[in-house]
């Protein structure tokens, strides 16, 4: 069998374009369009690119992006007080400020910021009120990455209730929203983690497999069910020569990428998977812009939600 190749790249550029004339039809009567206000703190390389990435986005749809830079030395007060501005500024539906911050911001910093965010702005879902919701059903957004995915599954008629869904990996942001989302829409979800035992056998039940990791071809063909549909959110850059062999193959036509630039982004999920799964999200062009897609539809109902028609 060889998996059918499920394209969120073509589905987030169909997401942006349904977005676009509701956030026209929003300007045109409120006045204002969509504020989005993202929060960079310090030049990490790749969220330069995240961040870059939503702006444009943002900008493409028709929101007012504004990007709030901070360089890497200012202090947790300083985040806070820039919080602080953007919930009280009412050009702003929606305030996101990217992860990772830097380490020398402190342990817990991160989660003092989320904490900090107004929940009506809250556009990535990660405030302690947004989990809450979440967990009880009632969230109108939820995190952006595991909300891709559930779009993905349910454009890709592949049905969740009653299904067993497998999430490795328990972060906040990927696998513990993750399995909610399957929950709430009935599968039996089996949630593993770092100090699960027999990962493969965990996984071998599930009709649906989601790879929230971070480490390079973890999941090989062994994990999976004949048939099954295995989504894979990693993203991990490997920059070392054996490694890309392992992960990729000379042969893989992404090989030749990492020749060429001496790295390449490379999923959780072994490209063999692809001979025993139903279905198969690529890395790239599968769960990453639809990160981005969903972000831009949180925006959206968080600016709805704050002037109701
Ligand atoms: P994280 O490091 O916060 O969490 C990783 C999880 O994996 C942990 O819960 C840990 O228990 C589990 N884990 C680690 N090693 C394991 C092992 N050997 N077996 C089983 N479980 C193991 O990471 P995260 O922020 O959730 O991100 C996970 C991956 O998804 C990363 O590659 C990240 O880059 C990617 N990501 C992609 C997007 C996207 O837009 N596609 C968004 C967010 C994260």
Known sequence: MTARLLDGQKLSVQLQAEI???????????????????VLVGNDPASEVYVRNKVRSGQDVGFRVDLERLPATVTLTEVLDTVARLNADDRYDG???????????????????????????????????????????????????????????????????????????????????MALLLLHRHATVTIC???????????????????????????TPDFVKPGATVIDVGINRVTDRAEAERVLGTGHPRFKVFEEKGSVLVGDVHPSVAEVAGALTPVPGGVGPLTIAMLMRNTLAAAGARHPA
């Open 20 to 38: 676009r004339p509701a956030v026209a039809a929003f300007t045109a009567r409120v006045g204002q369009p969509p504020g989005l206000a993202i």
């Open 95 to 177: 305030i996101l400020v990217q992860s990772p911050l830097p380490a020398a911001l402190g342990r817990g910093a991160e989660q003092r910021v989320f904490d900090a965010i107004a929940v009506g702005k809250d556009v990535d879902g990660f405030s302690p009120e947004s989990v809450g919701l979440l967990v009880q059903n009632r969230a109108a957004i939820a995190a952006g990455t595991p909300s891709g995915v559930i779009e993905l599954l349910e454009r890709e008629g592949i049905p969740i209730a009653g299904r067993h869904a497998v999430v490795i990996g328990r972060s906040d942001i990927v696998g513990k929203p």
């Open 193 to 219: 983690h770092s100090k699960s035992v027999d990962l493969p056998a965990l996984c071998r039940q599930a009709d649906i497999l989601v790879a929230a990791v971070g480490r390079a071809g973890l999941v």
